[in-house]
């Protein structure tokens, strides 16, 4: 459904690409989770694949059309929704809807049917006749992706569709997504890891530009994923002295800390499990977590990206 060979993309005055030689391949009716730190290149490359910027060099292959600066064809074809979407406040959701119905070509009555199937799909056809200035984040951002999805998209593409939501607008706009993919690819390009792991069928992750890795989600964690101990401590005391003893010891191992609780992982756990455990009781230091587990999405991401 997607397909980028050798993608380039160098804006005016930089002596660095943005973009530099990116492969893709998206298949149908998936939910694709595009990731990368800040300054990647993840939103140039959404801008590409939906006409809106000219690439420096390579090519691109969209709904069975050639990737192109400004093609009316190939706007036909997908759906966009940008990290902070612009709608009408004054207009009522229905209105809008119905507006962008035309935009595309339809009749008033085919608008009207339309824009109240995706209202009923985004699960505001209650919200229907309110003032888009009155809705919720949450609401804006599915009024957003219906908007998007007038047109009938083949592929639509969704950039940071839940970066300023709350959990409960997140809830709804991921539920939403889910449903989306039995007739429309979704390329979604997003920082919340666990987002991705909830939704999405395959991953892709890029830094500086180029592609680090894409595979399906549970590939990913069998390839790079290993098991992790979590300690939560009781006191602060004893997690600042656990971690001043355990640096002072100089293991190979990645160290996440948070208040009061320590992520390990390294590819000989089992030690590493006795070593914490002996460290703990010979010091005596109070815990109320010890657990081992699998290790998700972040840690591989954390794993790739150093």
């Known amino acids: 459904m997607i397909k980028c060979s050798g993608l380039k993309k160098q804006y005016k005055g930089d002596s660095i690409y943005a973009l530099s030689g990116l492969d893709l391949s998206v298949e149908k ?9 800040n300054g990647a290149g993840k939103t140039s490359t959404i801008k590409i694949l939906t006409g809106m910027m000219k690439p420096s060099g390579g090519e691109a292959m969209v709904a069975g059309e050639e990737v192109k600066l400004n093609s009316v064809s190939l706007r036909k074809k997908i759906g966009y929704l940008g990290q902070e979407p612009k709608m009408y406040g004054w207009m009522k959701g229905l209105e809008l809807l119905v507006f962008v119905g035309k935009v595309f070509g339809f009749s008033n009555s085919e608008s009207k049917k339309r824009a109240n199937e995706m209202l009923n799909l985004a699960g505001l056809s209650e919200s229907a006749n309110k003032k888009i200035s009155a809705y919720s984040g949450g609401m804006l951002q599915r009024l957003g992706i219906a908007q998007a999805l007038m047109g009938k998209p083949e592929v639509l593409f969704l950039d940071e569709p839940t970066s300023a939501l709350d ?19 979704i390329f979604m390009s997003t920082h919340i890891l666990s987002d991705v792991e909830r939704i999405c069928d395959s991953v892709a992750i890029i830094d500086k530009g180029q592609l680090v890795v894409q595979d399906k989600m549970q590939n990913l964690r069998k390839r790079f994923a290993s098991k992790q101990i979590e300690i939560v401590f009781e006191s602060i005391d004893s997690f600042l002295s656990f971690i001043d003893i355990v640096k002072g010891m100089k293991w190979d191992f990645i160290l996440n800390e948070e208040y009061r609780k320590i992520t390990i992982n390294s590819v000989d756990i089992d030690r590493f499990k006795h070593e914490c455990l002996n460290i703990i009781s010979a010091n005596i230091f109070s815990i109320d977590k010890f657990e081992m587990k699998d290790a998700g999405l972040e840690d591989v991401f954390v794993k790739l990206i150093r």
């Open 29 to 37: 009716n998936t939910v694709f989770g595009f990731l990368g730190p």
């Open 167 to 185: 959990p409960i607008g997140r809830k709804e706009v991921l539920e939403f997504i889910l449903e989306l993919k039995q007739n429309t690819t």
